[in-house]
T-cell receptor, first 112, second 114 residues
Framework: LAKTTQPISMDSYEGQEVNITCSHN???????ITWYQQFPSQGPRFIIQ???TKVTNEVASLFIPADRKSSTLSLPRVSLSDTAVYYC?????????????FGQGTELSVKP | EADIYQTPRYLVIGTGKKITLECSQT?????MYWYQQDPGMELHLIHY???????EKGDLSSESTVSRIRTEHFPLTLESARPSHTSQYLC?????????????FGSGTQLSVL
């Protein structure tokens, strides 16, 4: 599985756009990128997933450049409730290996 | 959304007791996972299963054991609990759409061993 690197922590203020970048230099052709959000004392929750270019849903956008060696999760106009840990995972399509390993994630703190 | 349930939500128990943490899902997912997480720390994969009668150890060595006799049920057992087992245990199952997979987590069991 491709190794991912994210900033350990980020600070932001309410109403700002937050961009969290994940590096995955050894991503393979059949890998896709998934982001999860975790609040304290809860399990992670799926946010968004993509393979290339841009994906947008009601919660976030995911930008993936042509070389796919990084990806950026964009949270528009964050609020205090977006304070959480955000994880980037790179997983093969039709993951036969079974394992899904989380890195240390990015702890986002949104201030008033 | 997948429905995945963990019980108990909280468990405080004495050293040496045998405990079983329950995890059930109603979506018919084949792959299920157990993660262990201490406060403010990473999630560590301790067990996973491809389906009935399939169990594998994860990356973090654990004294716990798991079983998968039914698709919907993936319990985790500690034969003799110790204070070092104090942690949050999170169960998850995978939804597959096309080739991509999404993890759905339960609410977790916070275990405290005295």
């Amino acid at each position: 599985l491709a190794k991912t690197t994210q900033p350990i922590s980020m600070d932001s203020y309410e109403g700002q756009e937050v961009n969290i970048t994940c590096s995955h230099n050894n991503i393979a052709t059949n890998d896709y990128i998934t982001w999860y959000q975790q609040f304290p004392s809860q399990g992670p929750r799926f946010i968004i997933q993509g393979y290339k270019t841009k994906v947008t849903n009601e919660v976030a956008s995911l930008f993936i450049p042509a070389d796919r060696k990084s990806s950026t999760l964009s949270l528009p106009r964050v609020s205090l409730s977006d304070t959480a840990v955000y994880y980037c995972l790179v997983v093969p399509i039709y993951n036969q290996g079974g394992k899904l390993i989380f890195g240390q994630g990015t702890e986002l703190s949104v201030k008033p | 959304e997948a429905d995945i349930y963990q019980t108990p939500r909280y468990l405080v128990i004495g050293t040496g007791k045998k405990i079983t943490l329950e995890c059930s899902q109603t979506m018919g997912h084949d792959k299920m996972y157990w993660y262990q997480q201490d406060p403010g720390m990473e999630l560590h994969l301790i067990h996973y299963s491809y389906g009935v009668n399939s169990t594998e150890k994860g990356d973090l060595s654990s004294e716990s054991t798991v079983s998968r006799i039914r698709t919907e049920h993936f319990p985790l057992t500690l034969e003799s609990a110790r204070p070092s087992h104090t942690s949050q245990y999170l169960c998850a199952s995978i939804s597959r759409e096309g080739g991509s997979e999404k993890l759905f987590f339960g609410s977790g069991t916070q275990l405290s061993v005295l």
